[in-house]
């Protein structure tokens, strides 16, 4: 049996984990759990209608979205973990209008996307009664994620798979059979490596004489208990501007995100932040002061950003594979990557030119 060492327990490396062929490999992932995007994460899954022109992200993020059936039937995820929950944008009405005429043109290449609706102002209050009335696009194909619930039980599941879970910061080096892994506790010769940690990526392969082209950008998100407790019926706002609403199960609901290039590694939860998101939701309550008097949790991790904002993942090496650089729409890509590195070990297949550049794009020998 071959081994593979997976270092990076995030969204990616833990669906990699799921999907390899346990019959063929023997499976050991690293996981230091410092900065991790995924366990930070609003959870929104709704691409559609964004207005970014890359198209090869777009198809990505497009058939990220469609691959969640599959996962949730797989991995067998339930609603405390998933749900297909809707999404609602609110926008000025012109910015609606151009918003339902790219969810129409866009639903014919993805029709999971789903019912597309122009709400008047009351129709979306009743949809998410948090909302003071005003006008919104609805796509009931929209859902959300919870981050962290699908790490722990996706960590469950691999484990019951036979893969070992080290909880410890790994360092690789090339050998001359095998790669070396180490961490803490552990020493591993691996016939192959996955690299799937996010910015960290960058210094792990500096040490195999890689340069990378990745930075880091903190995120932080607040969370909010509250008394709602029909919550888990309504959909996410997207809101116009910085901030978004999230409503999860049993009243918990997220108000997200940051996006600090300032920040960088930094992971301290700070008062700007809980004053840019509860301002930027303040407008679009029907009680404004909902949020500002609460002390919420903090959520803060790093999301990983390449210089054209698009992820890589593959093969660099017959033997050694990476992704990062999702940003900020990892968790709709994330769960999809994971399944397809898996088939790259499981099948050697791998055609993905129509989803990214070619991986030396942004990763480059240096000597
Ligand atoms: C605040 C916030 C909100 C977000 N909201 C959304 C959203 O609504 N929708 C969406 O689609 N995406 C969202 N994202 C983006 C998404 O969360 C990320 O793109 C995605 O989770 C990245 O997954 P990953 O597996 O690549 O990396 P990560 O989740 O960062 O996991 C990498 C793991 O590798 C570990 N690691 C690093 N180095 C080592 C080492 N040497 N040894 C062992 N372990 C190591 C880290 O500790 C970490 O646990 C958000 C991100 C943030 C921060």
């Known amino acids: 049996m071959k081994k593979i060492a997976i270092i990076g327990g995030g969204i990616i490396g833990l669906t990699l984990a799921n999907y390899l062929d346990s019959t063929k490999f023997e499976i050991t992932l690293f996981d230091e759990g410092i900065g991790q995007a995924t366990g930070a994460s609003a959870g929104i899954i709704s691409p559609w209608l964004s207005k970014r022109r890359n198209k090869k992200w777009y198809q990505l993020a497009k058939d990220g979205a469609a691959f969640f059936p599959k996962l949730i039937q797989d991995l067998k995820l339930d609603e405390t973990i998933y749900s297909a929950c809707g999404t609602l944008l609110l926008r000025e009405q012109t910015g609606l209008l151009s918003l339902a005429e790219l969810a129409e043109t866009r639903k014919k290449e993805a029709p999971e996307i789903g019912d597309i609706q122009l709400l008047s102002a009351e129709q979306t209050q009743v949809y998410l009664p948090l909302l003071k009335p005003a006008p919104a696009l609805y796509v009931s194909g929209g859902g959300r994620l919870d981050g ?130 509860v301002s930027g939701t303040h407008h679009f309550l029907e009680n404004p002061e909902l949020f500002s008097k609460q002390t919420p949790n903090y959520f803060v991790g790093t999301r990983a950003y390449t210089s054209d904002f698009a992820p890589f993942f593959g093969p660099l090496e017959e033997t050694l594979v990476v992704a990062s650089g999702l940003g900020s729409s990892g968790l709709t890509t994330g769960p999809y990557i994971g399944y397809l590195l898996a088939n790259y070990f499981n099948e050697t297949t791998w055609q993905t030119e129509h989803y990214q550049k070619p991986i030396d794009t942004y990763i480059k020998k240096t000597c």
């Open 148 to 277: 962290r619930a699908y790490l722990a039980h996706a960590t469950k599941q691999a484990e019951a798979h036979g893969v070992t879970i080290i909880r410890e910061k790994a360092i690789i080096q090339s050998g001359d059979t095998h790669w070396q892994v180490q961490s803490a506790t552990q020493h591993l010769e691996a016939d192959l490596i996955a690299v799937t940690a996010g910015p960290f990526v960058k210094p792990l392969l500096e040490k195999l004489a890689y340069q990378v082209d990745i930075r880091p950008q903190k995120g932080q998100l607040l969370a909010f208990d509250t008394p709602f407790k029909e919550s888990h019926h309504w959909p996410v706002a997207m809101l116009d501007g910085e901030a978004d609403l999230i409503p999860f199960m049993n009243g918990k609901i997220l108000l997200g995100a940051t996006h600090e290039n300032d920040g960088g590694w930094d992971l301290t939860p700070t008062k700007e932040a809980f004053t840019q998101l």
